[in-house]
């Protein structure tokens, strides 16, 4: 059960995150010759794919065409790994590393110490 989980959850991201989506229009690429050779029998696999990979051109199955596998490209997902920029490293001729972190908190002339310090309050009873 877990491989097939496994093997699951790395098609998926494969398929989200790569051009790997294409190969499930491979049924449209089928099809679409099917038609092709339907008007021209002597058309073979070959002319067919020069014709719509090699130098395409916008005919009356343009709006088919585009729908082939590896015509059009979407944007995929990305995955961005950045570096925290408060933490520093220091190499110095010793022979181990100084580690200096920098707590870096969110800076705004929204900002307000007080109000934020004041929330954390006991309530104040008040007698009139």
């Known amino acids: 059960m877990k491989k097939l989980i496994s093997i699951l959850l790395l098609s998926l991201y494969l398929v989200s995150t790569t051009e790997l989506y294409q190969l499930l229009k491979i049924p449209v690429l089928i099809e679409h010759y099917i038609e ?16 719509h990979y090699e130098n395409p051109v916008k005919d009356r199955d343009y709006d088919k065409d585009q729908k082939l596998p590896f015509v059009s490209h979407a944007n995929l997902l990305s995955v961005v790994f950045t570096i ?21 908190f969110y800076k705004s002339i929204l900002y307000n110490k007080e109000i934020l310090n ?3 309050e006991p309530p104040r009873f008040y007698q009139s």
């Open 84 to 104: 925290n920029p408060s933490v520093d490293f220091h190499f110095t001729e010793k022979a181990y590393i100084s580690l200096e972190i920098k707590k870096i």
């Open 36 to 51: 092709h050779k339907g008007l021209n029998a002597e058309m073979s696999l070959t002319a067919f794919l020069k014709t």
């Open 118 to 120: 004041s929330i954390w």
